[in-house]
């Protein structure tokens, strides 16, 4: 019997690979064929096609994924929010009612808000720094609560052991996306999540170049969450799975190097004169620090800050930067900066912006792999024209 994979590295490079190796080969190989021949299958689900996310690549991608969270199964997507919604419309029928944080990504916001009534949902959204206030929010045809590890943009944290204790008090289906942490910064199944949930988009595949969706949890909850996203049809195609088990082959190297980064970049902000405010859980002054500091193994590559003189500001810091590309998206080896208000969040009104504490002035950063002092050194002299040029 083969000896357990432990350690997180070892399993990103070992686990789920095919044994033995596919005629040898160290890489696992692209399987670009729509179809495969019928082997005495039983069931639909089991038929080997691209759409029913069991080809080989899926396969060796589901066992990997699976073993770095200690989830029962997994599951890849066309996309995180494939991964979402086929997620929420297994979790939920008709008539079911959900609690969710009132701090979500612009594409959960904008389904859950949109998109719900449709399917016959409703939703209430929680303060998941304040669990005393949910019980007020339960009702009979509750089903499930949806949070996320951090927020975007202002990395808040939310006390995911109070939603573990509150959904198992009451019968609810706990959902998490973990996208900002990563496997390697937390895996929330070990906390009593039921269903992990990620954009592979970002530090799982770490490279800009694929969009992709992951599951994880109990093997029951992923087999229906499969079936379902059968029929809508949120499949990841071969190439791009490939691109996904590559990227995963380096993910603890880039996310430590990367929590690294950008905890040395959030303290030189705050240290700054023209900084206003940092948001990152990695320094002592965020509130949500301790609560971070139990939960996860290092805060992440983003990070989000105002500088002060609001928009304008920010405005002649994007176009002074040299080293970031301006760009929406984050988790990869290049620098990213963006405006929220304009970009990531432009799909929430002014107010709903306002209440959520986004100000159009907030910049987030998405550190990558490049010299941290080589991005100080740059972000040190885009505040300081901002501040020239606001004279």
């Known amino acids: 019997m083969k000896q357990p994979l432990k350690s997180l590295e070892t399993k990103l490079i070992h686990a789920g690979e095919p044994e033995p190796r596919i005629l040898g080969a160290v890489a696992m190989p692209i399987f670009q064929s729509a179809m495969f021949q019928y082997q005495g299958e039983t069931s639909y689900h089991d038929l080997k096609y691209i759409r029913l996310n069991n080809t080989p690549n899926h396969l060796a991608l589901h066992r990997k994924l699976a073993a770095l969270e200690n989830a029962e199964a997994a599951l890849v997507t066309g996309s995180g929010m494939a991964a979402i919604s086929t997620s929420l419309l297994t979790v939920l029928k008709s008539g079911d009612h959900l609690l969710i944080q009132n701090s979500l990504y612009g594409g959960t916001h904008d389904f859950v808000t949109h998109d719900f009534a449709a399917f016959g949902l409703s939703y209430d959204f929680i303060e998941a720094e304040r669990p005393e206030t949910w019980q007020a929010l339960l009702k009979p045809n509750t089903k499930a609560i949806y949070v996320e590890a951090m927020t975007n943009p202002l990395l808040q944290v939310a006390d995911l052991e109070a939603v573990v204790k509150f959904a198992r008090a009451h019968g609810l289906v706990s959902l998490i996306d973990s996208t900002f942490a990563s496997p390697v910064n937390f895996r929330p199944l070990e906390w009593g999540f039921d269903l992990s949930l990620h954009s592979g988009t970002k530090y799982l595949n770490g490279h800009s170049d694929i969009v992709c ?44 190097y990367q929590n690294e980064s950008a905890l040395a970049i959030a303290r030189f902000l705050a240290r700054h004169p023209v900084v206003a405010q940092v948001n990152y859980a990695g320094l002592e002054s965020h509130p949500g620090h301790q609560r971070a500091r139990r939960l996860f193994s290092g805060f992440g590559g983003v990070l989000s800050f105002e500088p002060r003189g609001g928009v304008e500001a920010a405005d002649v810091f994007l176009q002074s930067v040299r080293l970031p590309l301006i760009a929406i998206s984050l988790g990869g080896v290049d620098t990213l900066a963006t405006r929220p208000a304009i970009t990531t969040h432009a799909g929430l009104s002014a107010e709903d912006r306002r209440r959520a504490g986004i100000a159009d002035g907030l910049i987030r950063l998405s550190i990558g792999i490049e010299a941290t002092d080589d991005l100080i050194e740059d972000f040190d002299q885009a505040l300081n024209e901002s501040t020239a040029r606001g004279r």
Not at 218 to 228: G, N, P, Q, S, Y
Request: hydrophobic share 50%; glycine share 12%; no cysteine.
């Open 213 to 256: 969706g992951v599951v994880m949890g109990a093997a029951a909850w992923v087999e229906k969450i499969t079936h379902r996203l059968n029929h809508l049809g949120g499949t990841l195609d071969p190439h791009a799975a490939y691109l996904l088990h590559r990227g995963l082959k380096t993910l603890a190297l880039r996310v430590r």
